[in-house]
C-alpha cells in the first residue's frame, strides 16, 4: 500500500482494487462510529444517534479556517512527480475537485492518449504533458 502523509493526522491510500477499497471503507466507518460513541455522555450511549445535529455540523464546516476539499486536492496534486505550486493551482482552475477531474477523463471514453494529454492542452501547456500523464495515473492509475 503506497502512503503519502499529506498533513498530520491525515493520509492519502491507494487500495489494491476493490475488495481493499471495501475493506477500508469498513475500516473507516467503524472507527467513525467508535469515535462518535466516545463522545456521548454515558446515559445517551444507548440512544442510535452517533453523529452530530445537521446544523452543529454546518456550523462546524463554516470555519474559514478549515481546508476545502479543493485545499486537501490541491495538496494531493503536489505530491505528484513534476507538479509544482503553479501546475496544481492551474488544475484547479480548471477542476476544483478530483470528482469534476474524474468526470472529465470518463468523458474522454478510455482514449488513454487523450486523457494522459488532457491537462496539457486545456492549459495552453501550462501544464507540462509529463505532468498531465503523472496527474491522469494518480487517478486512474493501476
Do not use: H
Amino acid at each position: 500500500c503506497f502512503t503519502t502523509e499529506i498533513l498530520e493526522g491525515f493520509d492519502v491510500q491507494r487500495t489494491s482494487g476493490l475488495a481493499d477499497t471495501l475493506r477500508k471503507y469498513g475500516y473507516l466507518t467503524q472507527s467513525i462510529v467508535q469515535y462518535y460513541t466516545s463522545l456521548e455522555p454515558e446515559d445517551e450511549v444507548r440512544s442510535p444517534k452517533v453523529c452530530p445535529p445537521f446544523t452543529d455540523f454546518i456550523k462546524r464546516c463554516q470555519d474559514s479556517d478549515k481546508m476545502t476539499v479543493s485545499d486537501v486536492f490541491a495538496t494531493q496534486l503536489m505530491q505528484v512527480p513534476q507538479v509544482t505550486e503553479d501546475v496544481a493551482i492551474a488544475v484547479l482552475d480548471l477542476y476544483p475537485t478530483l470528482l469534476s477531474l474524474a468526470r472529465a477523463y470518463i468523458l474522454l471514453d478510455g482514449d488513454v492518449g487523450a486523457q494522459e494529454e488532457m491537462l496539457k492542452k486545456q492549459s495552453n501547456n501550462v501544464i507540462s504533458g509529463a505532468a498531465s500523464r503523472n496527474i491522469f495515473q494518480l487517478v486512474w492509475g493501476s
